[in-house]
């Protein structure tokens, strides 16, 4: 658009009284062509995956979990556990946030079911069992994972250091290959699955 | 007649009877005894059918009830009363609060800092290692060494006390809900 073109639309827009129009006004919609919004670039979305189907919520796939690069480490799970919920969820924020920092591939970021744990004390010679004992206090034990997959087997250590600086008190930091016993702790127990097949067992054993 | 009649007459009752065939008798249990083989394995292919049809079912998570409040801490009996703060006290704490908030940027700042001068130095060792040799930088790259699986407890407010025996006791750890079977009746 010339310059010309320009003052002229000024002009005109001040005499009429209107709001001035924008300077780079050559961008004509054409809304009714098959080019429209030919050079968009905002408001766009990613594809989303497919959906998880039923069937397969729960499935162990060790695929999922390998380093895809050579020299990387597999899918690692940074375990965040104390009885103080504040410091855990603080700490576990902190770890998450280096991972981000760092651009590490991080597959997920769950909590793990809570567990108690029973401080108990020992009054009288009568009370040798752990059972037997007087309950002091009970903690509920909680604990944070954030799961790391292809993290280069270099920046493991730096990343380990930092974590070791910045642990508060109370909070154990356990890190572990992710596998198919820590898959299956966060899914509940089935019952009749159980028991079905302690009967096949039994049957099989009377044979 | 009379007797039909005493019989309609009276509330109808279910007739107990036991059965002596080996599917109606009491109880999957007791009567494994005497089945012939041909039974058995049709028993044991419908099992197996039961078995694969449970297991394909999804898996349901165990729900995390962390953050469950009970109910009776939410009564307004419990709620605080309102602070009344003075204007100059309120201001120095904003003042408190925006020069933590600098110091803490500064800090994590340079902490950052320090963490990418590690990472340099440490890739700039590794171009020299493999100007060396390929076969070092190759073993400096392997991941067997590392500490996997790695624990790591968080400080303590004081050192131990010299001579000092703690009282005799233990810790007993529950298994989460939902994660083993609970059938189990309580000891009475």
Redesign the interface.
């Known amino acids: 658009m010339s310059l010309s073109c320009t003052w002229h639309l000024w002009e005109k827009s001040f005499r009429v009284g209107k709001c001035l129009p924008a300077i780079s006004n050559s961008l004509r919609h054409y809304r009714n062509r098959p080019t429209h919004n030919i050079g968009r670039m905002h408001g766009l979305e990613k594809p989303k995956p497919p959906p998880v189907r039923k069937k397969e919520v729960g499935t162990w796939k060790p695929e999922e979990y390998k380093a895809v690069k050579e020299n990387h480490l597999d899918a690692l799970n940074f375990i965040v556990s104390g009885y103080d919920i504040v410091l855990v969820e603080q700490y576990a924020k902190f770890v998450h946030q280096l991972m981000i920092k760092f651009k590490q591939n991080i597959l997920e970021v769950y909590a793990l079911p809570s567990s108690n744990a029973v401080v108990k004390k020992m009054l009288g010679a009568d009370q040798r069992l752990l059972k037997a004992m007087t309950p002091e206090i009970e903690l509920t034990m909680y604990k944070r994972i954030i799961q790391v997959k292809d993290m280069p087997s270099q920046t493991y250590p730096i990343l380990l250091q930092t974590l070791m600086h910045y642990i508060p008190q109370s909070i154990t930091l356990k890190v572990d290959k992710h596998n198919e016993e820590q898959h299956l702790s966060r899914y509940q127990y089935r019952v009749e699955l159980a028991e079905e097949k302690a009967m096949l067992q039994q049957l099989y054993d009377s044979r | 007649m009379a007797l039909k009649k005493i019989f309609f007459a009276l509330p109808v009752c279910s007739s107990r009877w036991i059965s002596t065939s080996y599917s109606r008798s009491a109880g999957?249990q007791g009567s494994?005894a005497n089945i012939p083989?041909e039974m058995?394995l049709r028993?044991?292919e419908r099992?197996?059918r039961?078995?694969e049809k449970?297991?394909?079912?999804?898996?349901?998570?165990?729900?995390?009830?962390?953050f469950f409040i009970p109910y009776s801490w939410k009564m307004d009996e419990r709620a605080r009363p309102k602070l009344e703060i003075s204007e100059e006290e309120e201001d120095k704490r904003v003042l408190l609060e925006k020069e933590w908030a600098r110091k803490t940027f500064r800090s994590r700042k340079q902490?950052?800092w320090k963490?990418k001068l590690?990472?340099r130095h440490?890739q700039r060792a590794?171009e020299e290692l493999r100007q060396e040799s390929e076969k070092l930088y190759n073993a400096?790259?392997?991941?067997e060494d590392?500490?996997?699986?790695?624990?790591?407890?968080?400080?303590?407010?004081s050192t131990p006390l010299e001579g000092y025996l703690p009282?005799?006791?233990?810790?007993?750890?529950?298994?989460?809900?939902?994660?083993?079977?609970d059938?189990s009746l309580p000891e009475v």
């Open positions: 999957f494994k083989l058995k028993m044991i099992k197996k039961r078995v449970l297991s394909k079912q999804p898996l349901a998570f165990i729900p995390i009830t962390d902490e950052s963490i590690l990472l440490q590794l400096a790259l392997q991941c590392l500490s996997i699986p790695f624990t790591c407890r968080g400080p303590v407010q009282p005799l006791g233990g810790y007993e750890h529950t298994d989460p809900l939902f994660s083993k079977d059938l």
